[in-house]
T-cell receptor
Framework: NAGVTQTPKFQVLKTGQSMTLQCAQD?????MYWYRQDPGMGLRLIYY???????DKGEVPNGYNVSRLNKREFSLRLESAAPSQTSVYFC???????????????FGPGTRLTVT | RKEVEQDPGPFNVPEGATVAFNCTYS??????FFWYRQDCRKEPKLLMS???SGNEDGRFTAQLNRASQYISLLIRDSKLSDSATYLC????????????FGAGTRLAVHP
């Protein structure tokens, strides 16, 4: 099992450009999340999807959109990137496939995004 | 005020030392509490849950004080491999979809 995978690992954008961060999990988890991590701020929830077909805003949703494409995939889109969106983005999943506790979130390796 | 506050450190300790991290949370309705570990430039991973009665996992002991809204993590006999950032995490409501992360406390264990 690969767990949670994210692409790309690194990205540099110019202000105003758009891009989509991809995330996939192979653990049959129901819930998926997108976080950003900035120095001194901790991880902050951008959007989450409690189950296939649903998405909800987290703490910092402005400037982002998400799509829960199917149970495995949850993408994050930046329509018009701004320097304030320079951050490390983590995707995570959680669920009760029978083995894990529901509160244990499994994270992908992260995408390091710089907006100039 | 941040919902979850931690001393950022770094805590620089020699191998074999005992070190303790503290964390305070502002929402008295917080339901569940955890410690995650994050290695440099890696993703966070669950270290342990924190139960009201206190709990141990090998060299790690976690404690919760609901009255003071305070969580602690004690690491005994520190190893070089314990060097990482330790994230204090709470859930504000029943259910686990919204984990609130502290900014983390950095630990550096040296020979």
């Amino acid at each position: 099992n690969a767990g949670v995978t994210q692409t790309p690992k690194f990205q540099v954008l110019k202000t105003g450009q758009s891009m989509t961060l991809q995330c996939a999990q192979d653990m049959n988890h129901n819930s998926m999340y997108w976080y950003r991590q900035d120095p001194g701020m901790g991880l902050r929830l951008i959007y989450y999807s409690a189950s296939e077909g649903t998405t909800d805003k987290g703490e910092v949703p402005n400037g982002y959109n998400v799509s829960r494409l199917n149970k495995r995939e949850f993408s994050l889109r930046l329509e018009s990137a701004a320097p304030s969106q320079t951050s490390v983005y983590f995707c995570a999943s959680s669920g009760t496939s029978g083995r894990e506790a529901p509160y244990e979130q499994y994270f992908g390796p992260g995408t390091r995004l710089t907006v100039t | 005020r941040k919902e979850v506050e931690q001393d950022p450190g770094p805590f620089n300790v020699p191998e074999g030392a005992t070190v303790a991290f503290n964390c305070t949370y502002s929402n008295s309705a917080s339901q569940s509490f955890f410690w995650y570990r994050q290695d440099c430039r890696k993703e966070p991973k669950l270290l342990m849950s924190v139960y009201s009665s206190g709990n141990e996992d090998g060299r790690f002991t976690a404690q919760l004080n609901r009255a003071s809204q305070y969580i602690s993590l004690l690491i005994r006999d520190s190893k070089l491999s314990d060097s990482a950032t330790y994230l204090c995490v709470v859930t504000p409501l029943r259910g686990y979809n919204k984990l609130i992360f502290g900014a983390g406390t950095r630990l550096a264990v040296h020979p």
